[in-house]
């Protein structure tokens, strides 16, 4: 959270957060997916690269599926969740 409390301090027209979710509690990643929203909200675009997808597709406009690298699936989190063999073999759902 610190990271992107720095990050903001710059006034920046796009922010780019890596695994923002990676060793945190599940309360303290809801808090800081909540300030990642509130922070987009204001009109800062973000790209967000995540593997908790649960959080991530119900906040995004766009999503990318990646697999070695390349990109397998692209969409609204609605449309890649509709995909049955998306979500078992890259989502994990």
Sequence with gaps: MLAIGRAFMSEPKLLCIDEPSTGLAPLIRREVFEKIAKINRLGITILLVEQEVSLVFKMSCRNYVLSSGK??????????????????TYLGL
Excluded: C, M, N
């Design 71 to 88: 990109i397998i699936a692209q969409g609204t989190g609605q449309q890649l969740l509709q995909d049955e063999v998306l979500r078992k």
